[in-house]
């Protein structure tokens, strides 16, 4: 049985969205972010960084549990133990890595600064928020140019890479839309990818986790 340490935030979804793509059975912890429990000794033996998502896999099949955190790692290891959404070798792999490491050193953490300084923060920094809404405009166009020749990001299969990138693109329409004015409107092939990954029934039962 997998266990997945989540909350309701993008990183988290793309755990519950690989897990329901592969049909599994699994237990979830919910991990109270605004409660401060990533502080917990429990989860911190768990996930040494404090953040969410966090798997442990009591049957690994090979070896003693696995436990696992960082969500790029995490979606590695569920994609090699179940031969899916990772091509086994060569281009296609390396391309699905590429874009998976793109989301978890790139859009993620610049769509995470965004938000902070764009949206959480009561102070408001203009050239905090212009700086890091320039830097999420071009990293949206770079996915919308690779969009525009390919059904996906890593080619013409679904991928570890959309599942990394979706529950993000998807929070920046809804929680970013004014803070990046419309970015989205002139990226019709980022438009498409976006509606043809949330039709996916594992991607809407993967984003209704955790259940509050
Ligand atoms: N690089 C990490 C980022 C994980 C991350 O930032 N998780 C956030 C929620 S989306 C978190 O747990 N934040 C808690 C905190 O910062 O205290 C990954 O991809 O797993």
């Given at each position: 049985m997998i266990n997945l340490y989540t909350w309701a935030t993008p990183n988290g979804r793309k755990i519950s969205i690989m897990l329901e793509e592969l049909g599994l059975d699994y237990a979830v912890s919910p991990v109270d972010l605004g409660k401060q429990e990533q502080f917990s000794a429990h989860f911190s033996a768990i996930s040494p960084n404090h953040k969410i998502p966090a798997i442990v896999d009591?049957?690994?099949?090979?070896?003693e549990p696995m436990v696992i955190f960082e969500s790029g790692a995490i979606l590695t290891y569920l994609a090699e133990k179940y031969g899916?959404?990772?091509?086994?070798?060569?281009q296609a792999r390396y391309s699905a890595l590429e874009w998976l490491h793109w989301q978890t050193s790139a859009l993620g953490p610049m769509l995470g600064q965004l938000g902070f300084f764009a949206?959480?923060?009561q102070e408001k920094s203009p050239l905090a928020i212009t700086r890091f809404t320039e830097e999420v405009d071009r990293l949206f166009s770079v996915m919308e140019k690779q969009l525009s020749s390919h059904a996906y990001l890593a080619g013409e299969e679904y991928s570890i890479a959309d599942i990394a990138c979706y529950p993000w693109v998807q929070a920046a329409t809804v929680y970013f839309k004014q803070a990046l004015n419309n970015?989205?409107?002139?990226?019709p092939a980022l438009q498409r990818w976006l509606h043809t990954i949330a039709d996916r029934p594992a991607v809407q039962l993967g984003m209704a986790v955790p259940k509050l």
């Open positions: 009591t049957e690994p099949g090979d070896s899916q959404f990772l091509a086994p070798h060569r949206v959480r923060s970015t989205f409107n002139d990226k």
